[in-house]
């Protein structure tokens, strides 16, 4: 299991990825309201900026190990479910399933925050 870095799991480094998320997540929900063809572009942002968000926050060198390897901090079947989000990132569903991901990473780092304390 990659475990998590305590240095980066602090708010005032993770904050900014959840920043960026809630500003692109209503991006992604107006376009899949106006079906307007452009949820998947930004779904592939937000999916990796939420990879670039559990690289940073794990003790790992770089981006290059595969995401399929068991992250402390991912949430419970955090890489199945990214799994399926990147096979499908056109799908509302995915979006959903994203929005989940980002807040329960969230709280699972804020959890983290109060053990290291």
């Not at 991006?27 to 670039?52: F, S, T, V």
Request: neutral net charge; hydrophobic residues 40%; glycine residues 2%.
């Amino acid at each position: 299991m990659i475990s998590y870095n305590p240095n980066m799991i602090q708010k005032e480094v993770v904050d900014p990825f959840f920043i960026k998320w809630d500003l692109l997540s209503k991006q992604i929900y107006e376009a899949h309201d106006a079906r307007n063809g452009q949820a998947r572009e930004l779904m592939e942002i937000g999916i990796k900026l939420y990879e670039e968000l559990i690289y940073t926050t794990s003790n790992v060198e770089s981006t290059s190990v595969p995401i399929n390897e068991d992250f402390e901090v991912l949430p419970i079947n955090g890489a199945e479910r990214l799994l399926f989000i990147k096979a499908r990132p056109a799908q509302y569903a995915c979006y959903r399933q994203l929005e989940e991901l980002f807040k329960e990473t969230k709280k699972r780092l804020a959890r983290f925050r109060v053990k290291v304390k």
